[in-house]
């Protein structure tokens, strides 16, 4: 059976376009410029003969067709990343993780996370920063600063509140398998030494 399929690039770009109702955030996720992104949604749509997006001054909304089309084309997606992720053998190279240069890889465990996970290959990148993150040489990235970049997903990696860690990952990716194990092993060691840090100390066995 031949599948009649428009461009797999058009297709992205739509998808993305569709999630953040903005061709600038798209862009940021796919690592191309908006005009690109627009490009190959205006394509998608001569492809389809059909009108995807109103196109609104500063203001982006999906038409009827649009929105008919996205929950197809982005469940689509989502059987093609899990197909792929059953496919990888166990130990495959799957995660790139970037980390600032100050960051103390002791707090990782990498060791203990390759143990828990064997299915994920972690390969880690440091010093590395959204530089990194945005050209795609890294696939994740722990980044110091206030959590704030459009077109990615933005987790607090240590407790507290103002500047601290956090895990940065591209909107369209953050929810891979690989991506949430490494969330929630982040999460759990900081919760673990939170609680280390509030534990009583010792002095000649007593509690301080």
């Known amino acids: 059976m031949t599948y009649a399929l428009p461009p797999l690039n058009a297709l992205r770009a739509f998808e993305a376009a569709a999630r953040h109702l903005s061709f600038k955030l798209a862009a940021h996720e796919l690592h191309v410029t908006p005009a690109a992104v627009g490009q190959q949604v205006k394509a998608l749509e001569a492809r389809l003969g059909v009108q995807l997006f109103e196109r609104l001054h500063k203001q ?49 465990d990498l060791a203990a996370f390759r143990k828990a996970h064997a299915e994920i290959g972690l390969r880690v990148l440091q010093p590395a920063g959204l530089h990194e993150l945005v050209e795609g040489k890294v696939d994740v990235l722990i980044a110091r600063g206030l959590g704030h970049h459009p077109g990615y997903r933005c987790d607090r990696v240590d407790a507290g509140s103002g500047l601290g860690d956090w895990l940065l990952a591209p909107e369209g990716t953050a929810d891979c398998p690989e991506i949430v194990c490494l969330r929630a092993w982040l999460r759990a060691q900081a919760t673990e030494s939170l609680r280390a840090a509030r534990r009583p100390r010792l002095v000649g066995g007593v509690g301080r």
């Not at 989502?78 to 992720?85: P, Y």
């Not at 799957?94 to 100050?102: C, D, P, R, Y």
């Open 60 to 108: 982006l909304i999906l038409t009827a067709a649009g929105q008919a089309y996205l929950p197809g084309i982005s469940d689509g997606f989502r059987r093609i990343a899990d197909a792929t992720w059953q496919l990888k053998p166990a130990g495959a190279v799957l995660l790139q993780l970037g980390v600032h240069a100050s960051f103390d890889l002791r707090r990782l």
